[in-house]
């Protein structure tokens, strides 16, 4: 019997998978939930509430009290966490954690007190910028001044510089707090911190994970100095330089063992990224998968064959964590915009699909902008919602149409952007929360006319952990691995209907006539 754990820490939770290599099965699934189950924290999405609507921190304790209270929970269940053999995970990706003492200095946990209160004296900035944040354009201008342009940032990095990304956020730091930066002597990504917690030493910051920071230098997979430089001074005196993701970063911390009966030496392989985990965990490390991930944000992303860019700027090139690189476009109006429409109307998840079934493809030509949030997909710094059409419609009175055009909105918005990845997709796999809604699968096969397919398991990026642990501490194959833990669900298969095809041909006119209005207007 081999057990590994994969551990995923995203925006609104964290989760752990354990797959049975010898039985071939999932073990353990479980999550803990912050808003519910954390409620100290006042984040009930997992973001802290700002009076900037730009700015997006968590408190980075939470994340802490977070992973103290699910292995607690699960060893109450029973479950024997020194079966497991090997540990790795996901983060929630650019969010970054500043510590005034390296992890690798003060990680000799004592058991006899909670994690949290052993983490709050180390931070030197007390809450975490995360991906949702968008106030750092001034930033992002000043390095691609000082390294000769966004096209050199692009070129480098596989991004322009871009607000969310952890360089822009990092500078921001040094220049509003530049106490707090200066008494700074190790920053991480949420997924290294997850992982330093874990081996109670300083993790290195993965390559998948690590090329969402405009840092990297993609082609040598170091550290690019003058963005160093160009980001904040000293700041590569605060990284380590990063490794390949099947590194192995450390072994479990006595904490760990002590408290929850992990054995010890227990090896941790280094984290990655959310949606570089997720490529794993969906088996599509190599070209030719087109993925989609609905969670908090919506992401698009495929494996490529070497570092390709996006020629409109807003798509990203990341490690892919099985080696090579992969596409990744991520719009941040995704389920926080569908849920802000359900509950707008008392909806639930079921009513939601039905609504799709009551409207027509193509909404009658009623259209949103849904953009419920600032949105880095197109890049827009203002958040708001539009609605064009009936008016009755406009004035938010037809529900099941308000539906309807939120997700048309929001897989037309992701077909537009995501051509430049290259062929047409044979079939489109979905993931996350919301894949496993049949109006949104049926919006999604319809308006980019490719057949729509789910995967059994829901959290792929917790089971993209899982399986790189076994592949790097067990041996296994990512063949074996995909073979036994990586399944498209037979029941779900939903074919496009060429009929739609008029409908969305002018929708989609319209939808690009008002985006351009509408960017035209407000950058
Ligand atoms: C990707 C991104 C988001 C987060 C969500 O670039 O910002 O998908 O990783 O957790």
């Not at 990706?93 to 983490?119: C, N």
């Not at 911190?193 to 405009?214: E, K, P, Q, Y």
């Not at 495929?302 to 719009?331: Q, Y």
């Not at 006319?449 to 899982?466: D, F, Q």
Request: with cysteine.
């Amino acid at each position: 019997m081999a057990y590994f754990l994969g551990l995923d820490s995203s925006t609104q939770s964290l989760s752990a998978l354990v797959i049975d290599t010898t039985e071939r099965r999932v073990v353990l699934d479980e999550a803990v939930n912050f808003g519910r189950d954390l409620p100290s924290y006042n984040s009930p999405h997992g973001v802290l509430p700002n009076a900037d609507p730009r700015v997006c921190h968590s408190d980075p304790l939470m994340w802490v009290e977070a992973l103290d209270l699910l292995l607690t929970r699960v060893k109450e269940q029973g479950f024997d966490w020194s079966k497991v053999s090997g540990i790795s995970g996901a983060g929630q990706q650019h969010g970054s954690v500043f510590l005034k003492v390296p992890v690798a200095d003060a990680g000799a946990w004592s058991a006899a007190r909670p994690l949290v209160e052993q983490l709050r004296p180390l931070l030197s900035v007390a809450t975490s910028p995360m991906w949702m944040d968008s106030s750092t354009a001034s930033e992002c201008a000043e390095i691609a001044a000082a390294v000769g342009g966004r096209a050199r940032v692009l070129s480098l990095t596989g991004s322009n510089p871009i607000e969310r990304f952890t360089g822009p956020q990092i500078r921001k730091v040094w220049k509003t707090q530049p106490a707090a930066y200066q008494a700074t002597r190790e920053i991480h990504l949420v997924s290294s911190f997850m992982a330093s917690l874990l081996a109670g030493t300083s993790a290195a910051i993965d390559l998948g994970d690590g090329a969402g920071m405009n840092l990297l230098d993609l082609r040598s997979g170091r550290w690019d100095h003058h963005l160093l430089d160009a980001t904040a001074p000293g700041l590569s005196e605060r990284l380590r330089p990063p490794v390949a993701s099947e590194t192995q970063v450390g072994t479990i911390a006595r904490y760990f063992v002590e408290r929850y009966g992990f054995r010890a030496g227990t090896p941790i392989i280094a984290f990655s990224g959310d949606n570089p985990s997720s490529l794993v965990g969906m088996g599509a490390i190599e070209p030719g998968m087109r993925l989609i991930s609905l969670g908090t944000s919506d992401t698009v992303f495929a494996a490529m064959d070497g570092p390709r860019t996006d020629p409109n700027g807003f798509g990203h090139v990341f490690g892919n964590p099985a080696g090579g690189f992969m596409s990744l476009i991520c719009f941040t109006n995704g389920s926080l915009a569908r849920e802000q429409v359900a509950q707008r109307f008392g909806l639930d998840w079921s009513a939601f699909a039905s609504a799709i079934s009551e409207t027509r493809p193509g909404n009658r030509g009623n259209l949103m902008l849904p953009f419920f949030s600032t949105e880095t997909t197109p890049r827009l710094l203002e958040a708001g919602v539009e609605l064009f059409g009936s008016p009755e419609f406009v004035a938010w009175q037809r529900p099941a149409e308000a539906v309807r055009a939120v997700l048309e909105a929001q897989a037309l918005n992701m077909r537009k952007h995501s051509d430049w990845i290259g062929h047409a997709p044979r079939q489109l796999v979905l993931t996350g929360g919301a894949s496993r809604n049949a109006g949104i699968q049926r919006v999604i096969a319809d308006v980019f006319h490719t057949p729509v397919r789910v995967l059994s398991i829901g959290n792929a990026s917790a089971l993209g952990g899982a399986l790189r642990a076994a592949h790097a501490v067990g041996n296994l194959s990512w063949g074996d691995l995909f073979e036994a833990f990586v399944a498209l669900d037979p029941n779900v298969r939903v074919e496009p209907d060429a009929s739609t095809r008029s409908a969305y041909a002018a929708l989609s006119d319209a939808f690009d006539e008002k985006l351009a209005q509408r960017l035209s207007r407000t950058n």
